[in-house]
């Protein structure tokens, strides 16, 4: 029996709701900045063009705005002390998890664990990446401020839980297509004798097996695969969405 679209809709604001207040019970912003404010360490800055800073970004910060190095650019020492900072000079450029990902795969990772600390040429990698955009905004900008920066930490924060969400949504769309998929099969009484069980059971037991003997499997890439003695004979991509506006583009992209 297929679930009411208002139920379906209504588990989906409530994931929104659920992971907007998580974050902002998390304060992993706020911890970001922390650590880099009262960093203590000493940071050499006369290599500072090997960091991509900019020269008159770096006028700019010091002499005319009077702000600590540390609170704008990025040093891989710091990142090497305190992982979780990256946040915090993430934000500012306004650059998402997934785009900081092409520059370094581990940082994700980093921001989420204190204990995972990165190698200072990754570290090194991704404080000129960050650094590039840094300054970038800064002089294309007429009156750039600490300030700024910070809300756009903020800004950038929203873009990452829009695409947690969107990835949801999909995981969502996964399960439910999966279920249907099963209670088809089980309805018309498809499925080998112990292979009709609970849709919910599919995480741990990906495959069923027909009574003629063709395998579903349940999977990633594809999501759906039937295959017998070996032989490929269907897939099924799935794709999920909230916008009726975009269902074109994602029966297209399936």
């Given at each position: 029996?297929?679930?009411?679209?208002?139920?379906?809709?209504?588990?989906?604001?409530?994931?929104?709701?659920?992971?907007?207040?998580?974050?902002?019970?998390?304060?992993?912003?706020?911890?970001?900045?922390?650590?880099?404010?009262?960093?203590?360490?000493?940071?050499?800055?006369?290599?500072?063009?090997?960091l991509l800073v900019d020269?008159?970004?770096?006028?700019?910060?010091?002499?005319?705005?009077?702000?600590?190095?540390?609170?704008?650019?990025?040093?891989?020492?710091?990142?090497?002390?305190?992982?979780?900072?990256?946040?915090?000079?993430?934000?500012?450029?306004?650059?998402?998890?997934?785009?900081?990902?092409?520059?370094?795969?581990?940082?994700?990772?980093?921001?989420?664990?204190?204990?995972?600390?990165?190698?200072?040429?990754?570290?090194?990698?991704?404080?000129?990446?960050?650094?590039?955009?840094?300054?970038?905004?800064?002089?294309?900008?007429?009156?750039?401020?600490?300030?700024?920066?910070?809300?756009?930490?903020?800004?950038?924060?929203?873009?990452?839980?829009?695409?947690?969400?969107?990835?949801?949504?999909?995981?969502?769309a996964e399960a439910r297509?999966?279920?249907?998929?099963?209670?088809?099969?089980?309805?018309?009484?498809?499925?080998?004798?112990?292979?009709?069980?609970?849709?919910?059971?599919?995480?741990?037991?990906?495959?069923?097996?027909?009574?003629?003997?063709?395998?579903?499997?349940?999977?990633?890439?594809?999501?759906?695969?039937?295959?017998?003695?070996?032989?490929?004979?269907?897939?099924?991509?799935?794709?999920?969405?909230?916008?009726?506006?975009?269902?074109?583009?994602?029966?297209?992209?399936?």
């Amino acid at each position: 029996m297929q679930d009411d679209p208002k139920d379906y809709a209504r588990d989906l604001h409530r994931i929104r709701s659920l992971l907007i207040a998580r974050s902002l019970q998390e304060r992993r912003d706020l911890e970001a900045e922390r650590l880099v404010a009262e960093f203590s360490g000493k940071l050499d800055w006369s290599g500072r063009h090997d960091l991509l800073v900019d020269e008159a970004a770096w006028r700019y910060v010091i002499e005319k705005q009077r702000l600590e190095a540390r609170l704008v650019f990025c040093h891989p020492d710091l990142l090497v002390r305190h992982p979780k900072a990256s946040l915090y000079y993430r934000g500012i450029c306004g650059l998402s998890i997934k785009a900081a990902r092409t520059y370094c795969k581990a940082v994700q990772t980093w921001e989420e664990s204190e204990s995972a600390a990165p190698d200072r040429e990754r570290a090194l990698d991704l404080a000129r990446a960050y650094n590039a955009l840094i300054c970038s905004i800064i002089n294309v900008s007429t009156a750039w401020t600490l300030e700024n920066g910070r809300r756009t930490i903020l800004a950038t924060l929203g873009i990452t839980l829009d695409g947690v969400m969107r990835n949801k949504v999909g995981s969502i769309a996964e399960a439910r297509v999966r279920e249907m998929v099963v209670e088809w099969l089980a309805a018309r009484d498809l499925l080998r004798p112990n292979e009709d069980r609970p849709a919910g059971d599919i995480p741990s037991s990906k495959t069923r097996i027909l009574r003629d003997g063709t395998e579903v499997v349940f999977g990633s890439d594809p999501d759906i695969s039937f295959r017998r003695q070996g032989a490929l004979l269907a897939i099924v991509e799935i794709k999920g969405g909230t916008d009726p506006a975009g269902a074109l583009e994602r029966y297209g992209a399936a």
